[in-house]
């Protein structure tokens, strides 16, 4: 609310009066708060709480290779390099191309939903022909999925690719590499799972045990 009324009367100073804005007002700090992780034995929980294959393909993408949700409802079916196994991610945020993972458990499950539906112009097609399947329809399967599986935390789809980003990091994977994965264009931005991660404070001894 503040921020918004220093920049409308630097506006105003600026392109209206035609003088410098000189009042200095100290901009508040914005909360930084550290993203919701959900547990590999969570993760599980939920994919498995879903029936329609259509929904938990999307779900495991999602997870399995750290995808956004308006990464994987406009994935195409050559999107998907399963002799490499690679995910082709066109045009992401930034409108730049990059490779991530691509499974073999998630292969497996996409090949059963491509049986089954055989998609053809988009990966996951829409209700109207032609279209991709809406980010809101993703984020009501999700959270129908965590209701079914009993989570509380306060979590959303993207808490998926967060806790993919931190997996990985607990699982020993350079931050560097989990940066390309992701599409971060600054190595900062991945850096806040170096903070989410509790593996190492783990492995740490209070020195109140000395005592």
Not at 106 to 135: D, H, M, N, T, V
Not at 175 to 193: C, D, F, N, V
Request: with cysteine; charged share 30%.
């Amino acid at each position: 609310m503040l921020n918004s009324a220093i920049n409308a009367l630097k506006f105003y100073y600026g392109n209206v009066l035609k003088k410098k804005f000189i009042y200095e007002v100290k901009r508040p700090r914005k909360d930084k708060k550290l993203p919701v992780i959900l547990s590999k034995e969570e993760v599980a929980k939920i994919l498995s709480s879903v029936d329609n294959i259509k929904h938990k393909t999307i779900l495991m993408l999602v997870y399995s290779a750290g995808l956004r949700v308006g990464e994987v409802v406009r994935l195409k079916p050559e999107d998907i390099d399963s002799k490499r196994m690679l995910i082709h991610i066109k045009g992401a945020k930034g409108r730049k191309d990059r490779y991530t993972l691509l499974s073999e458990k998630a292969l497996e499950i996409l090949r059963q939903y491509w049986r089954k539906y055989k998609p053809e112009k988009w990966l996951f097609g829409g209700a109207k022909e032609g279209r991709y399947l809406s980010i809101r329809s993703v984020d009501k399967i999700f959270r129908n999925a965590c209701e079914k599986a009993g989570i509380k935390k306060d979590v959303s789809m993207h808490t998926l690719r967060h806790s993919f980003a931190t997996h990985l990091l607990e699982g020993g994977t350079d931050l560097r590499y989990i940066q390309e994965l992701l599409g971060h264009a600054h190595s900062k931005t991945t850096e806040i799972y170096t903070h989410v991660s509790t593996k190492s404070l783990g492995k740490i001894t209070s020195p109140y045990r000395y005592h």
